[in-house]
């Protein structure tokens, strides 16, 4: 996927500092100690241009991916008791978003509330059991560079070391090629490109790779 042109306002800081959490079971909530409506945010900055060629309203849009978020297949990167990072994964036949019929009529009007929960049970991907797939990585704008994603993607190969998972895998889109530059630096390979040409044209990309990285079983 493909991130916004954006300010050049960064923030360096000690990564001693930031904490990764992840795998929030209900009742837990309280483990983040702040508002996930942050986490949203920083998913919508990242990849608003893919976002907004299907739901043009930033509120509701946000509105809804709020909705949808699944605490226990989200990791979050925090600093000083703010979400700065989120790895949204996709394992055991469950997603970090899910996009219910009911939360989406909230928003819309019925015709496009049918739309969009067919668009968005469509878009994921069917994987192995023993797969770990990262749909989505963002990082808040102003802390970018300090390897937050770095550290998310290695709890998350971690997590699936500990859990019995063999691979985790992602997607990077075409526009994007720092982002699979980090990648292949951190073990991931290349292992097919999905080409959509013209179609995904609006949302700033025309194909992704298809990135794995294999994990070690936990011995």
Do not use: W
């Given at each position: 996927?493909?991130e916004e042109s954006?300010?050049?306002i960064k923030?360096?800081v000690n990564?001693s500092?930031i904490?990764?959490?992840g795998?929030i079971?209900p009742?837990e909530?309280?483990?983040i100690?702040c ?5 949203v945010?920083?998913l919508y900055?990242?990849?608003s241009?893919?976002i907004?060629?299907l ?8 509105e809804?991916?709020?909705?949808a ?19 949204g994964?996709h394992y055991?036949?469950q997603?970090f978003l899910e996009f219910?019929?009911t939360?989406?009529?909230?928003s819309f009007n ?6 969009y929960?067919?668009?968005f049970?469509?878009?994921v ?5 023993d797969?770990?797939?990262i749909?989505?990585?963002a990082?808040d704008?102003?802390f ?5 994603g770095?550290m998310?993607i290695?709890?998350?190969?971690e997590f699936?070391?500990?859990?019995g998972?063999r691979?985790v ?16 630096r951190l073990g991931f390979v290349?292992k097919k ?13 025309s194909?992704?790779s298809?990135?794995?990285r294999?994990i070690?079983a936990n011995t």
């Amino acid at each position: 996927m493909s991130e916004e042109s954006i300010p050049d306002i960064k923030k360096v800081v000690n990564k001693s500092n930031i904490r990764i959490i992840g795998n929030i079971q209900p009742g837990e909530v309280y483990r983040i100690g702040c508002s996930i409506e942050k986490a949203v945010e920083i998913l919508y900055e990242a990849f608003s241009r893919k976002i907004s060629a299907l739901i043009k309203s930033r509120e509701k849009a946000i509105e809804i991916h709020k909705r949808a978020l699944k605490l226990p297949y989200v990791f979050f990167a925090l600093l000083d008791g703010e979400i700065i990072g989120i790895a949204g994964l996709h394992y055991s036949n469950q997603s970090f978003l899910e996009f219910r019929y009911t939360d989406i009529r909230k928003s819309f009007n019925p015709f496009k509330s049918v739309f969009y929960y067919f668009v968005f049970r469509m878009v994921v991907p069917k994987i192995g059991k023993d797969v770990i797939r990262i749909d989505s990585l963002a990082v808040d704008v102003h802390f970018r560079g300090n390897g937050v994603g770095t550290m998310l993607i290695e709890e998350v190969c971690e997590f699936a070391r500990k859990n019995g998972f063999r691979e985790v895998m992602l997607e990077v889109v075409d526009t994007n090629p720092r982002a699979k530059a980090l990648y292949e630096r951190l073990g991931f390979v290349q292992k097919k490109v999905k080409k959509y040409y013209f179609l995904t044209r609006s949302a700033g990309f025309s194909s992704e790779s298809i990135m794995s990285r294999q994990i070690e079983a936990n011995t």
